[in-house]
Structure formats: structure tokens, C-alpha cells
């Protein structure tokens, strides 16, 4: 029976074969578009009318967002159709592809949209001089990852949120690049934070180890805390309308306490140097650098810079906060008067 119905449909189709010429539009279409029109893939040549070498799908618009599509034949005779059937959603012949699945019997036709991911297509039984519409597709994967990012970032999995990214194609139609890179330093530091929080200053580093991968990969100038010479340059970037001077200063001088936690003194002691440079007047930053450069065996260095954390919060009327080693270190750094 299947041969049989296979018999039937070779024969319909050579019945309603007709020159492409017989429909204007089509025939004016094709003269205008014809190397854009995908040709059909993989279709089995116990399906192919007699003559014909190559099956080609073309499109004629015939309202919104709709078109009559075309399986047009190409054989010594010239082009001719084959069969036709209608199309609903976006459609882009100049990215388009067309093929025969072998496993389901249907022709399926697929319709990139321009400079995104958005696809959108259909599939099509094929009986006779008719293209039947079976299913209709659509979807948009960069939209998707985008989506798993969001999702992703929100519980602290930087690594799989910066596989996504990578998967992304046309990522600057998705997002603005300020933006992500802000986004993955909030994940890296709230989750960082969390992990402080309770004894793990090495998992909070390793965060922004793994931030610093995606970020690579949106070209902020690396080291992301050494991008910017001063709050101007900061203030002129891509990331000034999405996070305040004040918030960036902040996540950066964590991530240098969070390093200086790990004993990671040297790499401390960079971070903490261009948070000073960006913000003068951030009292905890000398803290930190002080106790950075403590860890690092450089004491006398240190002792001015805890003399500078002494006096910076005296003058705030916070003497009663200032931790009991900052007096001991810088009495020790001078040493004996």
C-alpha cells in the first residue's frame, strides 16, 4: 500500500506540475529572489517528478505576517510548481533552509530572523499538489539562555551562566554589555558575601574567579576593578547607567577583603589599590589594604596605613569601632620611640 501511495502522489504531482510563469506573482518573485530560496534537502528520488533535479521552496506574501509557499521544480523544461500551501508568522529567505524527514514524511522549513536567534517555520505534509501545514515553529534559543542567565545568577552558579552566554548568538540584539557585567559582579558578590558569612572566604574568591571568565568575555578591560582611572572615566562608561560608583567601589573592596581573608595577600593588595585610587576617602579600604600589606610582611607600609584608618575614623567619632589590632600593628611598625 505504501508504494501504491507513493505511485499516487508521483502521478498528482506530474498532473499538476504547471510552468512557474502561469502565476505572475510567483513568476516575478522568483525572477527577483530565486538564489534566496532554500532548496530542499534530502527528499528521495522516488519522490522527485520525472526531470526534475532540484525541489526549491518559494514564498509569495499574501497578508501580515502570512505568504503562500511554493515547492517549485527544477528540471530541463525550466521551473515549474510542484505544489503549494500556506504559511503563517515571520519568514527571511535571505536565512532560510528547507529539508525532507525522512522518519515523519514531511518537509520542514525553518526562517531565521535577522541579526537575532528568532526562528520561526513550519512543517508540511506533502500530498500532491498541496503543502499541508502539520506544525508550526517557532522559538528564539539566545532568548532562552538569556533567560537561564537571569536564572542561573540569581542562585550563585556563575560558571553554567557563563556557559549560556557563550551559547548566545547575536548577544548584543539580547543584552547591553554594561549591564551583564553588572549583573554577574551582584551575583558574584551577594553569593560571595553568603559565603563569608559562613567561614568560606575561598568559595567567595573563587565567585569572582569564575565572574571574571564572563567578563573577559563582554571586553571590560581586565582587571574589571582596574578598569577605570578615576570616577570620571567610570562615570563615562558602560556600566554607569546600570550601578553607582558607590556600589562598584564597594564590590571591588569586598572582593580585596575576601582575598586578603584567603591569605591571598598580593592579589589583595592589587584590588585594594584601585579601590583607594577610585575612592580616597573610603575609610574600610585602608583596613584592609593595611591588613593586605601586614599579610604580605610589609609592616612598616602598613603601619602608615592603619595610622590612616586610626585617624580617618577618630575624626568620624567611631574610635570606640576601631579594632584593637590597628594601634598594636602601627605602634609595632614604628616601633620603639
Known amino acids: 500500500m505504501r508504494h501504491v501511495a507513493v505511485l499516487l502522489t508521483i502521478i498528482s504531482m506530474i498532473s499538476f506540475a504547471r510552468p512557474i510563469s502561469s502565476i505572475p506573482r510567483l513568476a516575478e518573485t522568483w525572477e527577483e529572489n530565486q538564489y534566496i530560496f532554500p532548496m530542499v534537502y534530502d527528499v528521495p528520488a522516488s519522490l522527485m517528478p520525472g526531470g526534475v533535479t532540484d525541489l526549491f521552496i518559494a514564498g509569495v506574501p499574501s497578508g501580515d505576517l502570512a505568504m503562500t509557499l511554493y515547492l517549485v521544480g527544477d528540471g530541463p523544461d525550466g521551473a515549474e510548481v510542484i505544489a503549494s500551501g500556506p504559511f503563517q508568522g515571520e519568514y527571511n529567505f535571505a536565512k532560510s533552509s528547507a529539508s525532507w524527514d525522512p522518519d515523519r514524511s514531511v518537509i520542514t522549513i525553518y526562517f531565521q530572523m535577522p541579526f537575532c536567534a528568532r526562528y520561526s517555520g513550519a512543517e508540511y505534509s506533502w500530498f500532491g499538489s498541496e503543502l499541508v501545514p502539520v506544525a508550526w515553529l517557532s522559538g528564539d534559543p539566545s532568548l532562552e539562555a538569556l533567560e537561564d542567565i537571569d536564572s542561573l545568577l540569581a542562585i550563585g552558579h556563575l ?22 557585567i553588572v549583573r554577574f559582579l551582584r551575583s558574584a558578590h551577594e553569593h560571595g558575601l553568603d559565603e563569608y558569612r559562613t567561614g568560606d572566604p575561598e568559595g567567595a574568591v573563587q565567585l569572582f574567579t569564575e565572574a571574571e571568565e564572563a567578563l573577559d568575555f563582554l571586553f571590560i578591560r581586565s582587571p574589571w576593578y582596574g578598569a577605570f582611572e578615576d570616577s570620571t572615566a567610570f562615570s563615562e562608561s558602560d556600566l554607569a547607567p546600570f550601578i553607582f560608583l558607590d556600589e562598584f567601589i564597594q564590590i571591588a573592596n569586598d572582593y580585596g577583603f575576601f582575598l586578603e581573608q584567603s591569605g591571598m595577600y598580593e592579589e589583595a593588595v592589587e584590588v585594594l589599590y584601585e579601590v583607594l585610587k577610585l575612592d580616597s576617602l573610603r575609610t574600610v579600604a585602608y583596613l584592609n589594604f593595611a591588613d593586605a600589606l601586614w599579610g604580605l610582611g610589609e609592616t612598616s607600609n602598613a603601619g602608615a596605613y592603619y595610622e590612616i584608618y586610626r585617624e580617618m575614623m577618630e575624626e568620624a567619632g567611631l574610635r570606640d569601632q576601631i579594632p584593637g589590632r590597628v594601634g598594636q600593628r602601627a605602634l609595632s611598625a614604628i616601633g620603639p620611640q
Open 159 to 180: 560558571n553554567e551562566a557563563t556557559v549560556k552566554l557563550g551559547e548566545m548568538f547575536y548577544p548584543g540584539c539580547y543584552y547591553d554589555s554594561g549591564e551583564m
